[in-house]
């Protein structure tokens, strides 16, 4: 199974809105990434984990907050997002080392009203 | 600070021909991977590419790196519809105290057309 499960799909919030989005792996992997994509632009790293730890935070703002309960799961949190927040957030899986490959996520299609 | 640079951008390709993609970065890295991306669609790997020398290939594509020159090149041979795509290339930064650091190119949007 290289899958990794992304929910929702689409998501539409306004800016006093709060919602998470989830990303779900059982590769075993123990590093969890969220990248933000906007259209015909490459993926931007926002946040890495690494064994359940925060390892790296790339600047971004405080609306944004991940969470990583367990080696499976992975959560960014959303609060007060502004509309140029509006992309598709992909989350990937990799083993730590290794070669590292990247497993992606369908993603979320986030709008923000 | 790690950039990656891709070219071309864009790639107009006519099917039959052979055409290749060049990505660039600027420090030492220790791993480099090519993913493609169709419209509207998640990233799949293609391919990961970890030492001076290293080839790979899988059917059309043809990836190789140069650690020395820091480039990376994905080769496509005899190009046919199923290749119209994005392809990125991205790029590990060496960290001994973190892991997961990846800077993307910018794509290269590749069109094959009869």
């Known amino acids: 199974d290289t899958e990794v499960t992304q929910t929702p799909k689409h998501l539409v919030m306004g800016m006093t809105n709060k919602k998470s989005l989830k990303c779900e792996q059982h590769?075993?992997?123990?590093?969890m990434y969220w990248y933000k994509q906007k259209a015909k632009k490459p993926p931007e790293l926002m946040f890495v984990y690494s064994y359940e730890k925060l390892s790296i935070n790339e600047s971004v703002p405080s609306r944004f907050s991940p969470e990583c309960p367990n080696s499976s799961l992975l959560n960014l949190h959303l609060h007060a997002l502004q509309p140029e927040d509006s992309a598709l957030y992909l989350c990937?899986?990799?083993?730590?080392?290794?070669?590292?490959?990247?497993?992606f996520g369908a993603g979320t299609r986030l709008s923000v009203l | 600070e790690l950039k990656v640079e891709q070219n071309p951008l864009f790639l107009s390709m006519q099917e039959g021909k052979n055409y290749t993609i060049y990505c660039n970065y600027s420090t030492t890295s220790d791993r480099l991977y090519w993913y493609r991306q169709d419209p509207g669609k998640s990233l799949e790997s293609l391919f990961v590419l970890l030492s001076n020398g290293a080839v790979k290939q899988e059917g059309r594509l043809m990836a190789s790196l140069d650690t020395k020159a820091r480039l990376s090149t994905l080769h496509i041979t005899a190009a046919v519809h199923d290749l119209s795509a994005t392809y990125f290339c991205a790029v590990r930064l060496r960290a001994t105290d973190s892991w997961g650091k990846f800077q993307f190119g910018a794509g290269t949007q590749v069109v094959v057309t009869p």
């Open positions: 990937a899986s990799s083993h730590v080392d290794r070669e590292g490959i990247q497993y």
């Open positions: 590769m075993g992997h123990r590093a």
